[in-house]
């Protein structure tokens, strides 16, 4: 094995470095010449919110993201020589992610954006195996084609010039190099990339053409039938609406007319992405998303028809979504089986208006690996999961789920198969049943056909979001929730006992919060004679109880 691993490395180090060979001989530039560009034929629209504390920092030296901080206060160029190969901070710089937040501080911003330009242009501008990544160089050209304005701010004719033929032959090397991005999301937004520039830029008609046709054979690939995205990620799923729309208005700037497929799967996924939008603006948090940006959302949700508004249930994604009155069900019925799957399923986001309630922990891919490996965890969800004890735990199998809706309130039920490996496979089932006005859900866990010792293990978390207070009554059986908007809830069970217990969320996107999760463990339960586990519980808000 450890042969084998010597062997991997050493092919790798032999191909970086006849890439490298190859990205820096003249043979290659040559092919990277052509028209020089002296403006942009369009200027996309960048949704996203930017934000002026990060921008006042990295116009000053500061840069800080996930467990990475780079402090070159007074010389804020260096931070290209200081962030860590491979890190999070160094991924935020050669995507240019910066521009959307300096765009933010006007006059300064701009002195910032020609000074970080400049000290890329002087590092990178000929080759670097890094820097020339082909999804930095897709990521960075987005940024660059929708911030130029602030970048050539300031310049003279020379420093406009170098700009913007930096940019032309990073979009000719990046149609001839997309098809090395990684598979997935990557490529994807590699192939958007590409179409972006292409279409933006003069004399990039080849790499528009080959960029577009690259995005239809991989949106063919990952777009499920109802338009999300095979990664089940809300904030992926976001992200990708918003290229798209930006795609499909660089098209029409330089063409006229985008092409039906474009415009097709364009509705499609901003359908998806909007069914997973709360009352407060953003997204409910599974599978690695967080609740992300409510202006890019909004910006989404503008680009649809009046008549293509999400529908309760996303069948090919594994989706289900309840309302009733306030109230805000989003429900994970997909399969979670992948060695790199968040185990979400079963897990359900309520929220009352604005104000969320019960959700997941969220994604720590923004932080040390560790995190991430703790968040993609059962007990990170709300939902069942077991605690640790003699004999291994029972995986977790097929899963099934149906819904009916009448005029007495929404009933969902969810059937995931549980398998033991000394034996006794079993079942979960859990129904949740929201009231029409919203202010009453109930639920019901079932476990059967497990031996005792280990259905005796098992556990459910609802996580609480970290702006909901909550205190457990002093018999242990019912927690008083308050939520921002002043509203109050009960949570209840039938269980002896039930406690509160310390969480994190981590679905801000920033460095995980202090949080609450209600904990219902089977041991708590009354026993019955047929051996069945049956937990019930209710919320209720405090005015309806």
Not at 249 to 263: D, N
Request: with cysteine; net charge positive; aromatic share 6%.
């Amino acid at each position: 094995m450890a042969g084998a691993i010597k062997r991997s490395d050493v092919s790798k180090d032999v191909l970086s470095r006849m890439q490298r060979a190859w990205g820096e001989s003249p043979f290659y530039q040559a092919k990277l010449k052509g028209p020089a560009p002296d403006r942009l034929i369009h200027t996309p629209n960048d949704p996203f919110t930017p934000d002026k504390e990060v921008a006042k920092a990295i116009a000053s030296g500061r840069l800080s993201v996930g467990d990475e901080v780079i402090d070159c206060e007074g010389e804020p160029d260096l931070i290209w020589d200081r962030t860590a190969p491979g890190g999070a901070a160094q991924a935020f710089m050669h995507e240019f992610a910066w521009l959307r937040h300096l765009e933010a501080i006007g006059h300064d911003g701009a002195v910032a954006a020609r000074l970080f330009m400049s000290g890329w242009l002087d590092r990178y501008e000929k080759w670097s195996a890094v820097a020339w990544d082909p999804y930095f160089v897709s990521e960075r050209l987005v940024q660059l084609c929708a911030h130029h304005r602030l970048v050539l701010q300031g310049g003279d004719a020379m420093w406009r010039s170098r700009v913007l033929t930096s940019m032309a032959r990073q979009t000719r090397h990046l149609a001839n190099s997309a098809h090395r991005a990684d598979t997935g999301l990557d490529r994807l937004m590699t192939s958007l990339g590409l179409c972006i520039a292409g279409h933006c830029l003069p004399g990039c008609d080849g790499p528009a053409a080959r960029g577009l046709e690259m995005a239809r054979r991989e949106l063919r690939l990952q777009l499920r039938a109802d338009g999300g995205h095979v990664s089940r990620n809300p904030s992926r799923q976001l992200k990708l609406a918003v290229r798209i729309m930006t795609v499909a208005a660089a098209v029409e700037a330089k063409e006229g007319q985008a092409p039906g497929f474009l415009k097709h799967t364009l509705m499609r996924a901003s359908v998806m992405a909007s069914f997973f939008r709360c009352a407060d603006g953003r997204l409910a948090v599974f599978n690695g998303g967080y609740e992300d940006d409510g202006r890019a959302v909004l910006a989404v949700e503008k680009s649809l028809e009046p008549d293509s508004a999400p529908t309760g249930f996303a069948r090919h994604s594994g989706y289900h979504r309840l309302t009733a009155g306030r109230a805000l069900i989003v429900a994970d019925t997909g399969l979670d089986n992948g060695p790199h799957a968040f185990k979400s399923a079963g897990s359900f986001h309520f929220s009352s208006g604005r104000s969320r309630i019960i959700g997941n922990c969220g994604n720590g891919g923004h932080r040390a690996s560790t995190w991430r490996e703790a968040l993609m965890r059962r007990e990170a969800h709300s939902a069942l999961s077991f605690e640790a004890g003699e004999g291994r735990e029972p995986s977790f199998g097929d899963i099934t789920h149906r819904r009916a809706e009448d005029s007495q309130g929404l009933l969902m039920e969810i059937s995931r198969e549980l398998l033991c490996a000394d034996g006794g496979d079993g079942g979960w089932v859990r129904r949740l049943f929201l009231a029409p006005g919203g202010a009453d859900l109930r639920g019901e866990e079932r476990l059967d056909g497990l031996p005792a010792p280990i259905a005796a293990r098992g556990v459910w978390r609802f996580h609480l979001h970290p702006d909901t207070r909550a205190s457990l009554a002093r018999d242990r059986k019912s927690v008083l929730l308050l939520l921002p908007n002043k509203e109050g809830w009960r949570f209840k069970s039938n269980a002896g006992a039930i406690a509160l217990e310390k969480s994190v969320y981590s679905g801000h996107g920033r460095a995980p919060a202090a949080a609450e999760q209600i904990v219902m463990r089977v041991s708590a339960l009354p026993p019955r004679p047929d051996g069945v586990v049956i937990a019930r519980w209710a919320l209720k808000r405090l005015d309806c109880a």
